[in-house]
């Protein structure tokens, strides 16, 4: 059995899809950039609407600084009730390229991860535990397995697929960092388990990148309106949906380009709040939940991108576990701040 290769370890995960371009440009990238797209901007009786759409062009690059802090705390009865907090932070810096548009307007990039640092913290009454983590840090003696992901992609070239409206939807040319983490398991994995590989790599991935697009609304939205989608979601094993609401707040000429500013919030709700576990006999059940975000964004319609991004994302949960009569309770909270900014 191998273990699962993640980003980010989470309990609970807020599936939000707010996110990506520029904060300054330079030189001819500015002027030539500045003016495209302005037909995406119509004017009638009701004001100002925008059709909504990243449209870059092919050879458009797009460098980003990206940094999401997460801050967990969990009781359980089992342990006496006492608090285990826990602290992550990820950077990332990374580089999309447009290689090619197609006629129905999607998007390859050219992604590469240029460097990568996590620093880990667990604090309990009785012990603390910190790692860290630095791609910049070529030391073969300070490899962890629990970071190989990030010593697999840092420098290699994949591929991403992005349709106009935002929604990532494949990824390939994935083969050179499948092979690096073949061979830090000593090229001993059997195909079943370098397919779980795979597909773990493939899903994290695509969820990262995902976050990076804004997911678009099909028609056109006026000035100071709003819409709303409904995602899957869950919170462990209850199934849930992410309430998602933006609104177009402000729309605004610079050198840069358009810049469209969208706020966002989220509502998160629980669709079953029990469950019985048949392997185990343990019946589960969520007594209290609370799960809420925020956000802006900076949208350059010029340019086809999101140039910067700020959420804030908050969900509580009490949940009890119960068997032949004796029962225990388990309260998290999980706190994500993420940043994102196009730095060149």
Known sequence: ?????????????????????????IGKTLSSSANRNEDLIV????????????????????????????????????NKNKEVKTSQILELYYTNEV??????????????YDSVKMDLSAVSPDS????SYNSNNKDEKSKNKDFMLF????????????????????LYDLEKVFEYIYKEYGDTLKSTDKEIV???????????????????????????????????????????????????????????GIIIGLDASLDFKVIENSFKDKSTGLSYKLEDVKGEGSGKIEFNLSRGCISKKNTKKYLFAVISASAKG???????????????????
């Open 128 to 131: 603390s535990i910190t790692m």
């Open 1 to 25: 059995m191998i273990k699962k290769i993640t980003f980010i370890s989470v309990f609970f995960i807020i599936l939000i899809s707010f996110i990506s371009c520029n904060k300054e440009e």
């Open 198 to 256: 795979r597909k773990s790599i493939e899903d994290e991935l695509k969820e990262l990148i995902q976050s990076q697009f804004q997911v678009l609304p099909e028609k056109e939205v006026y000035k100071d309106s709003s819409w709303s989608f409904n995602q899957e979601a869950a919170l462990g094993s209850f199934p849930a949906e992410n309430v998602l609401t933006y609104k177009i707040a402000s729309i605004d000429k610079t050198d840069n």
């Open 151 to 170: 010593d697999a992609l840092v420098g290699k070239d994949f591929k991403a697929r992005v349709t106009n409206s935002g929604e990532v939807t494949t």
């Open 43 to 78: 004017k009638d009786e009701k004001g100002e609407k925008i059709i909504l759409k990243f449209k870059p062009e092919v050879g458009d690059k797009f460098k980003y600084k990206l940094k999401i802090e997460q801050n967990s705390t969990d009781k359980s009865s089992l």
């Open 326 to 344: 004796q029962t225990a309770r388990v309260q998290k909270s999980d706190e994500i701040i993420l940043t994102l900014e196009l730095i060149q």
């Open 99 to 112: 290689t090619e548009i197609n006629e129905s307007g999607i998007i390859t990039f050219k992604v590469n």
